[in-house]
């Protein structure tokens, strides 16, 4: 059976009715809420380094604190690199502190043995040539005999002088260049030794803030590559909502007005502060603008909620979004 044009007609304005009365009670105040979803910014956790992971310490929808566990690689030759840098750090100051303190004591006491032998070879000698400049003015020696005392006198008494020197020598402590050498060997071995432990640190991966394990990208056992995330993180502080408004209505808000955003399962609603109006529309009618073509122009508004109330949103949840 067909409809007459009277019936159609009447159909049409009762149609009309309803959807005036239903954009009248949306929104506050008579305006039609503005539509919108959640949106998270992930953080992507990964280690600098490769290697088979090793355990995994927590699982999807799991909740995060600050500084929990997330992951351990397999960290055999980190360890070894660090034990390695470590030692060599050791031998280094000690050969440092040893260029401070000269000679060892035992060392020096085989130096002033050794002084006393050529004092007293020397005394001797001395004593020998005195004697023998008294026989040669007798007559009692040659020339030669008396030449050959002299050259054992001065010969005893250069010993001397070497060995008092000697032992000088060897109470200083190392040359100072020889000294600025061996500390630039520490300083290079301090920095290995922070190379290591840093590349030990990167195989233990942990939470930089709370927040909800929205996924795990690897399983226990298998070959993580270097900077391939094995952890998905979304921080409720990362959690925001995206909504579009007309253009009318863009002048209107401001970064840093509250909105109240009501979704399904959200009970009373949150209130979210704007951080971020496009200054570009999302749509753009094609060749010109008209009074017909402009109301189709919306721009996107950010805002986020408080961390305490971003929890209860998913991100690609559908919301509803009017001032506050």
Not at 69 to 93: N, P
Not at 216 to 241: C, D, F, H, Q
Not at 283 to 290: A, D, E, G, K, M
Request: charge should be neutral; charged fraction near 20%.
């Amino acid at each position: 059976m067909s409809a007459t044009p009277r019936m159609c007609t009447n159909a049409m304005t009762l149609a009309a009715v309803a959807t005036l009365a239903l954009l009248a009670g949306c929104g506050d105040g008579g305006t039609k809420p503005w539509q919108g979803y959640v949106e998270g910014e992930f953080v992507y956790v990964a280690s600098s380094q490769a290697g088979t992971l090793q355990t995994l310490s927590v699982a999807r929808g799991q909740q995060v604190k600050a500084s929990d566990a997330l992951f351990d690689l397999e960290a055999t030759f980190e360890i070894a690199a660090q034990a390695h840098a470590r030692e060599t750090l050791a031998s280094a100051e000690a050969q440092l502190r040893d260029l401070g303190t000269g000679k060892r004591p035992d060392e020096i006491a085989v130096s002033a043995a050794q002084l006393q032998q050529a004092i007293a070879a020397r005394d001797k000698a001395v004593t020998q040539f005195d004697r023998d400049q008294a026989q040669y003015a007798a007559g009692g020696i040659s020339r030669e005999q008396l030449d050959a005392s002299r050259a054992d006198a001065r010969s005893t008494t250069a010993r001397v002088q070497e060995l008092q020197s000697s032992l000088a020598v060897a109470r200083l402590p190392g040359r100072e260049a020889q000294r600025q050498s061996q500390a630039a060997q520490v300083d290079v071995a301090r920095a290995s030794l922070a190379q290591a432990d840093w590349q030990l640190a990167q195989k233990h991966a942990v939470a930089n803030a709370p927040g909800r394990v929205y996924d795990t990208m690897y399983r226990v056992g298998e070959w993580v590559a270097a900077g391939s995330p094995v952890v998905r993180l979304l921080p409720p502080a990362n959690i925001k909502v995206r909504f579009f408004v007309p253009q009318a209505t863009l002048g209107d808000l401001h970064a840093g007005q509250t909105v109240h955003i009501a979704c399904d399962g959200c009970g009373a609603g949150v209130d979210a502060r704007i951080t971020y109006v496009a200054n570009q529309a999302e749509y753009t009618p094609p060749v010109i603008y008209s009074n017909d073509t402009r109301d189709k122009l919306v721009y996107m508004i950010e805002a986020h909620p408080a961390p305490a109330d971003a929890i209860k949103l998913n991100p690609g949840q559908p919301v509803q979004v009017s001032r506050r």
